[in-house]
């Protein structure tokens, strides 16, 4: 049985439907209003081998922010719904990435518990029309609504598209690690026998 969520979320601000599929094949159907956004969802969904569809509109009329961190919530959160009890899983993963100049690693623990670590500034305050500084913020939402452990370390780099890029391949690399199955791990990978609350 595949694992999958649809996550459902309506405010004042925004209004977004995102269906995902971990066991997916990389397909993309994103429609966020944020084009830069669009782009980074869809190289994560193939480099993750998920499949991923997301309908968003948001307040653009305003900016981008809240747009861009309610994806995240939402993508937090149907991570943390598809995992459910997180049976089998290898739990960790990591990924170092080279995107020309540029190169990144991001490691990702499945623990419950939140935890952000993001260390890959970019030198341009935008990429296109899009503001840089709401790359952590969708991070940060993520991470916060997976209750994931999450590191991002761009060890060097030059081109704001392409460090962005990178944490987003890198990102999707190591999430897929981190949900496969592992066929030696019958329970859960923890030595409480839960994951969640303090350390495990």
Partial sequence: MSRSAKIRRNTAETQIELDLCLDGTGQADVATGVGFL????????????????VRAKGD?????HHTVEDTGICLGLALREALGDKMGICRYGHFTLPMEETLVTVALDFSGRYALAYHAPTPAEKIGDFDSELLEDF????????????HVLLHYGRNSHHIAEGVFKAGARALRMA??????MTGIPSTKGTLGGSSN
């Avoid at 669009?38 to 569809?53: P, Q, S, V, W």
Wanted: charged letters at 25%.
């Fill in 38 to 53: 669009d782009h980074m969802l869809e190289l994560f969904t193939k480099h993750g081998a998920l499949d991923l569809r």
């Fill in 60 to 64: 653009l009329q305003v900016d981008a």
């Fill in 179 to 184: 949900v496969e199955t592992d066929s030696r």
């Fill in 139 to 150: 991070w940060q939402a993520t991470a916060a609504n997976a209750l994931c452990n999450l």
